[in-house]
């Protein structure tokens, strides 16, 4: 059971322009919402994160936003740049839990074209 | 501060033998958490540790096991290994004073071939 997906494999945009990586979850009990980076070869890097008590999260060219009812969040990159190519996670978890059980999606890979 | 460390990076298996990944957290950082990539499975909550206690696991066989040493290091241990546990095995840590941090940091990974 994929509890946090992300449908889109791969999305390819070109310099200067808005990325937009979405991703859908099915549990309404998920309060906390992450976005990782990750190049090959290397671990995944936080990217920025948004609380359920929010619909909207911005840090420079990242803006989060969280919309519960459809229990959607996308992530919008502006501009795109080639150094954002990368695979992309978003991350659930449910802050009751008092765990460190995040819960990923499968990726999205972003290719920014020069 | 130094990040997420992992060894060996690169581990080569054959099927039936055990093997044991490392991972030293971010220092001052107890909590510890395993997670298995697979290409088609995506990142997978192996399991928890804080302050040297298991604090959640996720859906994995009772061949993976881990623990943690009072300097909050940890290790996993894969026993009876399968072709299908061939991925990367990354190690996150996180820092908490009483309220928990969901920002975990990641180490590079173990990239475990098992044949």
């Known amino acids: 059971d994929q509890q946090v997906k992300q449908n889109s494999p791969s999305l390819s945009v070109q310099e200067g322009r808005i990325s937009i990586l979405n991703c859908d979850y099915t549990?309404?009990?998920?309060?906390?919402f992450l976005w990782y980076k990750k190049y090959p070869a290397e671990g995944p890097t936080f990217l920025i994160s948004i609380s359920s008590i929010k619909d909207k999260n911005e840090d420079g060219r990242f803006t989060v936003f969280l919309n519960k009812s459809a229990k959607h969040l996308s992530l919008h990159i502006v501009p795109s740049q080639p150094g954002d190519s990368a695979v992309y996670f978003c991350a659930a978890i449910r802050v009751s839990s008092n765990t460190g059980k995040l819960i990923f999606g499968q990726g999205t890979t972003l290719q920014v074209k020069p | 501060k130094a990040g997420v460390t992992q060894t060996p990076r690169y581990l080569i298996k054959t099927r039936g033998q055990q093997v044991t990944l490392s991972c030293s957290p971010i220092s001052g950082h107890r909590s510890v958490s395993w997670y298995q990539q697979t290409p088609g499975q995506g990142l997978q909550f192996l399991f928890e540790y804080f302050s040297e206690t298991q604090r959640n696991k996720g859906n994995f066989p009772g061949r993976f096991s881990g623990r943690q040493f009072s300097n909050s290091r940890s290790e996993m241990n894969v026993s009876t290994l399968e072709l299908g546990d061939s991925a990367l095995y990354l190690c996150?840590?996180?820092?908490?004073?009483?309220?928990?941090?969901?920002?975990?940091?990641f180490g590079p990974g173990t990239r475990l071939t098992v044949t």
């Open positions: 996150a840590s996180s820092w908490e004073t009483g309220y928990f941090s969901y920002e975990q940091y």
């Open positions: 549990n309404s009990m998920f309060d906390y």
